[in-house]
């Protein structure tokens, strides 16, 4: 029986942690297993990769790697990246759209200050 994989959200107690076998923090969208020893969150992939806990003195082993690690993993950097991506665009249509916004208003401006000369 596999230990269970924990998708963590920014709600998560675990988040900021600091993953025992790569030193890396635990983020939001990230595939974690807690060691069923110690509790400690550690990424999915460092726990299979490394067969265990990385946490010093702890004997915390890693059950069979599931078939669906890689999979998880691939899943949660996914839906990170486009999340990422998502924002990214927003910010970049908004810009746009608020350029586009102010091309408008001068655009317009300047139609009415023409045809304004035009009649007189
Ligand atoms: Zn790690
Ligand atoms: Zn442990």
New binding site residues.
Partial sequence: MAEPSIVVDKHSEHIAKQC?QCKFGIEEGQVIVL??????PHHETCWYDSG????LG???IASERPSDVQSTLARARAGGAGAGATEEDEGTAKRRSITNTVITVIAIAAIAWLLWYAIR
């Fill in positions: 025992p060691c069923p020893i110690c509790k400690s265990g806990c990385g946490k702890c004997r915390g």
